[in-house]
């Protein structure tokens, strides 16, 4: 059974930092991007950064570039997403997600997603 558990969610201030971590297990992930989406009741869910199966390849949307990084350890099995220069607007529940291709940013492209981990950030 596939699963992706991310942790490290919490309360941070504007312009601290946070780690998000997302674990999976279940199958092999190779050929697979993973990634990072956002969601605030009543919006629709955001794509935020994405790593392919190597690493060489990464993507951000406009308003986290520059703060995030996304990064995958070298088994393949986690992906960690660095935010930096939070700000309140990034409050959201963050959710792991894998997709088996190429790049995408519609979350309807992607196979399987975690639980989420919820980030808040005040002013």
């Known amino acids: 059974q596939v699963q992706l558990a991310e942790s490290g969610g919490g309360l941070a201030q504007a312009g601290d930092s946070l780690s998000l971590s997302c674990a999976a297990s279940?199958?092999?992930?190779?050929?697979?991007?993973m990634g990072w989406f956002r969601q605030t009741p009543g919006k629709e869910r955001e794509f935020v950064a994405a790593?392919?199966?190597?690493?060489?390849?990464?993507y951000y949307s406009d308003s986290v570039k520059g703060r995030f990084t996304i990064a995958r350890d070298f088994a393949r099995t986690r992906v960690n997403l660095q935010m930096n220069s939070l700000k309140p607007e990034d409050t959201a529940v963050y959710y792991c997600?894998?997709?088996?291709?190429?790049?995408?940013?519609?979350?309807?492209?992607?196979?399987?997603w975690g639980q989420g981990t919820q980030v808040t950030v005040s002013s």
């Open positions: 997600t894998a997709r088996r291709g190429s790049f995408a940013t519609e979350k309807e492209r992607y196979d399987y």
């Open positions: 279940g199958r092999t992930f190779s050929g697979y991007y």
């Open positions: 790593i392919s199966w190597s690493g060489g390849f990464s």
